[in-house]
C-alpha cells in the first residue's frame, strides 16, 4: 500500500482471493496490487477498474489489464469503506462465466452468514 491517503480498507475473506493471486505470474501479481491500490486510495474509482455487476445484489468486479490478457476480482462493501475481496480469474470472454458469479454470490453469503453469527454471538446484531 503507498503512502497515499487510504479511502477505502482491503480486506481478504478467507483465502479465495490470495489462492487466486499467489497463482499468478509475478508481472500479474504487480498489476493486481497496483489496482488494489487504485482502489483503496482514489475517491472516485473509473469503471475501468472497479465496475459493478449488472444483474448482482451488489457485487463488483475489479478489472486487471495485463499483457492484453484480462483478470477479474470479485468483491463487494461491507458498509462503505470496506472492500471484501473473493475469488478471482482470468477472463477469456466477453461475459463473466456464470460459474464464476454463483461461486461470489456463495463466497458473499457465506461471509454474511459467518458475520451475523458473530453479531449474534456478540450480543450485536
Keep these: 500500500m503507498s503512502n497515499e491517503t487510504t479511502y477505502r480498507r482491503i480486506f481478504f475473506y478467507k483465502r479465495y482471493y490470495l ?9 500479474v ?3 493486481i496490487i497496483w489496482t488494489i491500490d487504485l482502489v483503496a486510495t482514489i475517491i472516485r474509482v473509473p ?3 472497479l465496475k459493478h455487476i449488472e444483474g448482482t445484489d451488489q457485487l463488483y468486479e ?3 489489464q495485463h499483457g492484453g ?5 470479485f468483491c463487494f462493501f461491507d458498509k462503505e469503506k470496506l472492500v471484501i475481496l473473493m475469488n478471482g480469474f482470468q477472463k477469456k470472454s466477453e461475459k463473466i462465466p456464470k460459474k464464476e458469479i454463483e461461486k461470489a454470490i456463495k463466497i458473499k453469503s457465506e461471509y454474511e452468514a459467518e458475520k451475523k453469527e458473530q ?6 446484531t
Design 62 to 64: 475489479i478489472r486487471v
Design 19 to 27: 489462492d487466486f493471486f499467489e497463482s499468478q505470474p509475478k508481472k
Design 69 to 73: 490478457n484480462s483478470f477479474r476480482i
Design 47 to 49: 469503471e475501468q477498474y
Design 29 to 31: 501479481r504487480d498489476k
Design 119 to 124: 453479531g449474534n454471538k456478540s450480543g450485536v
